[in-house]
């Protein structure tokens, strides 16, 4: 008889979102007539500036004639596209091979399918709180025990605390772990690590042979340039590090998907010689993914053109605008903000110690917002909340004079 992977049956998760749609539909049958205003989507809502399109309709249009026609490309993703990211690189010092980039179809299948090229033995470390993927993909696999609902955490998985005290960046794991996910600018507390927390992870990864899987999403949203937006600036990082990046958030493709993973040659484990874990990430890929659309990769060509990258950037600040709104008019009422300065989302303490789905249940009721509660990040979470950027402005100015003059602290 046939059986199922049980670690699915560990899952905890699927139920924040699915339980922010049940209150929320609640909510609205008890409320006829009410529109809700939604800061709770880590989505993109603007459309794609005209070089995009244009790119986009150039992929298609190569494929109505039978000398432009291209069927399966290169496993590893267009060469032209690799090279693009190759000069985009550059700009922030980081030199890197053609080889050394593996062209996806997103951040979220890169980063969870990565774990599957490194042993089940592997101790693995997450922030905390920290985006669903990173831990739910480890349990798929195998690597933790099972859920324990009074600490909120998987049995044999490392949490990081990220809070106030440590200006949500993670002290470095107090015993050895083997795989780090690092996330920055961060989803969900809106954090950028700077040069020199960064520098420690490194350090402690090349003292312990353990790897960093960078997710590096939103790097587009830094606009402090002493931040970095990669982890190849960080000295010594091609030897322990990988970093995941897409355009779903820098380029409005969240529909369209296109990624990418950065895996140095220089990057070695235990056992294995420079380029190993490189091949192994091609060998993945070329085993279970043909390679990245070809329309979406002409797509990813425009966005890296000088006129492409200059109308993305305009989204972005857009996007960013939106979050100065939220977290101002925030502020202006005496609530605490983080975040929403160098990434798109602002995290919020809750008043009066509510747990974050209290205050899910009193925004909803007295504002009429939707948000996400911190807790469904991880235990660190509780207490806190995160408001998304993502949005038309003029929802997000509803939103925020919604909670300016109707919450009640
Ligand atoms: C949105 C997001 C991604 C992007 O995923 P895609 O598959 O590229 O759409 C990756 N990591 C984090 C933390 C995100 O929030």
């Not at 690189?89 to 990565?114: C, M, Q, W």
């Amino acid at each position: 008889m046939a059986t199922i992977n049980t670690n699915y049956n560990k899952l905890a998760a699927g139920y924040l979102f699915p339980e922010i749609a049940r209150r929320t539909r609640e909510f609205l049958a008890t409320h006829p007539g009410v529109t809700l205003l939604r800061l709770g989507i880590g989505d993109t809502t603007e459309p794609l500036p005209p070089s995009i399109i244009a790119g986009l309709q150039h992929g298609v249009n190569k494929l109505a004639n039978k000398t432009t026609y291209i069927g399966y490309g290169e496993p590893e993703g267009d060469i032209r596209l690799r090279e693009a990211l190759i000069a985009h690189y550059k700009r922030f010092g980081v030199s890197l091979k053609s080889t050394e980039i593996i062209i996806s179809d997103g951040a979220k299948p890169d980063s969870g399918n990565i774990q599957s090229i490194f042993g089940v033995n592997n101790v693995v470390a997450v922030q905390d709180p920290a985006y669903p993927v990173y831990v739910d993909t480890n349990v798929i696999a195998g690597r933790t025990g099972a859920f324990d609902k009074t600490t909120g955490q998987f049995e044999g998985i490392i949490y990081m605390p990220c809070n106030e005290s440590n200006g949500y960046f993670p002290e470095l794991p107090k015993t050895k772990v083997d795989l780090i996910y690092l996330c920055s600018p961060n989803n969900p507390t809106g954090a950028v690590a700077t040069r020199a927390q960064l520098k420690r992870f490194v350090d402690y990864a090349i003292a312990n042979r353990a790897v960093i899987f960078f997710d590096a999403a939103y790097s587009a949203y830094i606009n402090d340039d002493s931040l970095p937006r990669s982890i190849f600036e960080i000295e010594g990082a091609k030897s322990c590090a990988l970093e995941i990046n897409s355009l779903s958030k820098t380029a409005g493709f969240t529909g369209v998907r296109c990624g990418w993973t950065v895996l140095p040659e220089a990057l070695v484990v235990e056992g294995t010689e420079q380029g190993r874990v490189n091949a192994l990430w091609r060998r993945r890929q070329s085993t279970f993914f043909n390679g990245a659309s070809n329309i979406v990769q002409e797509g990813a060509l425009a966005v890296f053109s000088e006129t492409g990258w200059l109308e993305c950037q305009k989204t972005v600040t857009y996007y960013m605008e939106n979050a100065r709104i939220i977290r101002d008019g925030l502020q202006k009422i005496g609530l605490t903000v983080y975040g929403g300065d160098n990434a798109p989302y602002v995290w919020l303490k809750t008043p009066n110690n509510l747990t974050s789905w209290e205050f899910f249940d009193k925004l909803l009721n007295e504002c009429h917002v939707v948000g996400t509660p911190g807790s469904g990040f991880g235990p660190s979470g509780e207490g806190f909340f995160r408001l998304s950027s993502f949005g038309h402005r003029e929802n997000v100015l509803k939103a925020v004079e919604s909670i300016q003059s109707n919450l009640l602290i």
